[in-house]
Each structure stands twice: as C-alpha cells, then as structure tokens.
C-alpha cells in the first residue's frame, strides 16, 4: 500500500510518522487491503481541521481525525470502474495533532498510542467500520485494540 503523508507544519517528529505509517501499513495487511492501494495522510492544527470540518461537515469545530472516503458516492456522482493496473485509493485521513496532545493528555495515554489510535480509527472508518450503533462500535474497538496492542500502545500507558 502506498501512504502519502503530509506534515507541513512539522508537527511530528521522524519517529511518529514512521510509527503511523507501520500502523496503517499493519492494519491494511491484516484487513487484506489490496496492495496496489493508495491512502493519503495529512496532520493539521486545530485551526486547520475546524475549517476542513466546517467546510465539508458542516460542524464548526475542532475535532480529532477526518475520513475521507473515496469509494463513497455523493449525490449525482457516477460510479466508475478501475482499470487493471489503476490502484485503489481508499481516500484520505486528516489528523488534528494539537487535538491529538490534548487528548492524550485529557485520558492519560501516551501521545504515540493516541496518535495510533487516530489512525487506526480514521482508517477503519474508510474501510467500512463505523460505531454509530452499538454492535458495530464493539466491533470497531475491539479491532483498533488488536492493532494497537500489536504495536504495545495500550491505554493508560504514559
């Protein structure tokens, strides 16, 4: 899978970026995400994300991560299929990483694991996972939870 990464704002060190890109690498593997794939990653500021959340949701506020899928249709969009070699672009996460610092240090977690969480989360949710109802948010966690305690990003662990 090929992840593209964005961190203008230098907010994340050389060590962070490569542990979301291992995460996100991991999580593709074990969902069976085809290899040819394509996902880009982009980490903002607060004042960033609330406009890219006011803008295309609507809500005028900061927030954690934004999943942007590509393979969902809006209204009038016709849907196309891929040529044989075209890869699949699965869409695109955008990270808060103040809001990221600011929740981690709000549950008690290590900035890695919350930043391992985001991505985890903001991914699952461009391959279909959802928590709006109750069964599907079980299920959602317990596999974000697999991932992080592969790479030992555990809750509470500062």
Not at 76 to 96: A, M, N, W
Not at 105 to 115: D, I, M, S, T, V
Not at 129 to 153: G, P, S
Request: charge should be negative.
């Amino acid at each position: 899978m090929n992840i593209y990464m964005t961190d203008e704002g230098t907010l994340l060190n050389e060590d962070q970026l490569k542990l979301v890109e291992s995460i996100l690498v991991y999580t593709a593997k074990e969902e069976d995400i085809e290899s040819n794939s394509e996902l880009s990653v982009t980490f903002v500021t607060n004042d960033e994300i609330q406009q890219i959340n006011r803008e295309w949701r609507g809500k005028d506020q900061a927030t954690d991560v934004i999943s942007f899928a590509m393979d969902e249709l809006g209204e009038d969009e016709i849907d196309f299929q891929l040529l044989e070699d075209e890869p699949v672009v699965l869409g695109d996460l955008i990270i808060s990483v103040e809001r990221c610092r600011e929740q981690a240090a709000e549950y008690g977690n290590h900035f890695e694991r919350e930043l391992g969480f985001l991505a985890v989360h903001g991914f699952l949710h461009l391959l279909g996972y959802d928590h709006i109802e109750k069964a599907d948010e079980e299920i959602m966690t317990k596999r974000q939870e697999e991932i992080l305690h592969h790479f030992e990003l555990y809750r509470g662990k500062l």
